[in-house]
């Protein structure tokens, strides 16, 4: 078990201890968190939305300073914003960078850049053919995520148990499970289907180093498996975010069909911010993911990972039993 954990393909690949990723965060993603994940083993990735270039470049620097370990950046990809300006920090820091994570959008033309800069790139994908491509245009390793998963999710809706023995059994690179992944028993599952490593979010946010409101965590901890839906699907998109009485208003407005530039005001990063960072779960919204309801405290980052790794090793232990008493 040590072997598969410490000498993997995805720990080879990104320099890492536990094949373990922090999913990138609107908002919350960022360089501190991202520290105490990378100093305990895993990767730690600052995420962009939410942030101005000169914010990201703090963001590197804080991150750099607290952690000798590799960190990642995300980087959300929409066909209608500019990125050079975020781009241009990324290179700067390209000594202090060792992977980026494109998601959101058609990463095909931006791999090449960042492969130049002597980085890995990952890319978070929903479905085959896109986990396909991403390996055709250089990726180095796939994020598969499933619909379970909190943020923007593929408009596939493909649930991570369907998900990754397909794109496992499609592509070469290794693969990460993403969704619904918040214990060591799901860390075993997404291994056992045949993923090399785990992405996870929203169990991270509960967690003492982010610097989420402390209402959004707690909101959190006191959330059950069904308190999650999808918001802005009248828009095209696939929202996942924790139910509330202000999310409730916005999915009424979209029964009204209102259009993208009429919803904005209602769905857009600074209501994201406003319950994030400032608690405001009236006039804001928040993310989480559908294995909410698995947390139970807010922790340390440190002992979130020893909590992940000593339920991953029983869970391996009483599934070999379980499994020998069948063959
Ligand atoms: C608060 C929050 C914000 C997110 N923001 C982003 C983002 O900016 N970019 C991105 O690629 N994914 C984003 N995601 C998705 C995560 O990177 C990750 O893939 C997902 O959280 C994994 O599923 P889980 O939440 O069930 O662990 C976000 C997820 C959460 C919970």
């Known amino acids: 078990m040590d072997v598969l954990l410490k000498r993997n393909r995805v720990t080879k690949l990104l320099d890492i201890r536990y094949p373990i990723i922090e999913g990138g965060m609107a908002q919350i993603?960022?360089?501190?968190?991202?520290?105490?994940?990378?100093?305990?083993?895993?990767?730690?990735?600052?995420?962009?939305?939410?942030?101005?270039?000169?914010?990201?470049?703090?963001?590197?620097?804080l991150a750099v300073s607290k952690t000798p370990f590799p960190i990642g950046v995300n980087i959300p990809i929409s066909g209608h914003f500019s990125y050079n300006e975020y781009f241009d920090v990324i290179k700067e820091n390209k000594g202090q960078i060792s992977a980026v994570s494109l998601s959101s959008g058609d990463p095909r033309s931006y791999?090449?850049?960042?492969?130049?800069?002597?980085?890995?790139?990952?890319?978070?994908?929903?479905?085959?053919?896109?986990?396909k491509n991403a390996e055709i245009a250089g990726a180095d390793l796939v994020i598969c995520e499933g619909f379970e998963a909190g943020g923007r999710n593929s408009p596939y809706e493909l649930t991570?148990?369907?998900?990754?023995?397909?794109?496992?059994?499609?592509?070469?690179?290794?693969?990460?499970?993403?969704?619904?992944?918040?214990?060591?028993?799901?860390?075993?599952?997404?291994?056992?289907?045949?993923?090399d490593g785990v992405q996870i979010g929203t169990r991270f946010i509960?967690?003492?180093?982010?610097?989420?409101?402390?209402?959004?965590?707690?909101?959190?901890?006191?959330?059950?498996?069904?308190?999650?839906?999808?918001m802005e699907r009248s828009i095209g998109g696939v929202n996942r975010v924790v139910r509330s009485n202000y999310v409730d208003h916005v999915l009424q407005l979209e029964k009204r069909a209102l259009t993208f530039e009429e919803l904005f005001p209602f769905i857009n990063g600074y209501k994201n911010k406003l319950g994030a960072k400032l608690g405001n779960l009236e006039e804001g919204w928040v993310h989480a993911g559908q294995s909410v309801g698995l947390i139970d405290s807010i922790v340390s980052v440190e002992n979130l990972f020893i909590q992940l790794m000593n339920e991953l090793k029983q869970s391996y232990q009483s599934l070999s039993q379980n499994v020998e008493q069948l063959i």
């Open 29 to 61: 993603g960022d360089g501190n968190l991202a520290a105490a994940i990378s100093n305990e083993g895993g990767l730690g990735q600052i995420a962009i939305s939410g942030l101005s270039p000169k914010q990201l470049r703090q963001e590197i620097e």
């Open 111 to 131: 791999i090449p850049f960042f492969k130049e800069l002597g980085m890995k790139v990952m890319v978070v994908v929903g479905t085959v053919k896109h986990a």
């Open 160 to 195: 991570l148990f369907c998900l990754i023995p397909q794109i496992s059994k499609a592509v070469s690179i290794p693969v990460v499970a993403a969704g619904g992944i918040s214990s060591g028993s799901g860390m075993l599952a997404a291994l056992v289907l045949g993923a």
């Open 206 to 230: 509960a967690t003492k180093e982010c610097s989420a409101h402390e209402s959004y965590k707690q909101l959190l901890v006191n959330s059950k498996d069904s308190d999650t839906i999808i």
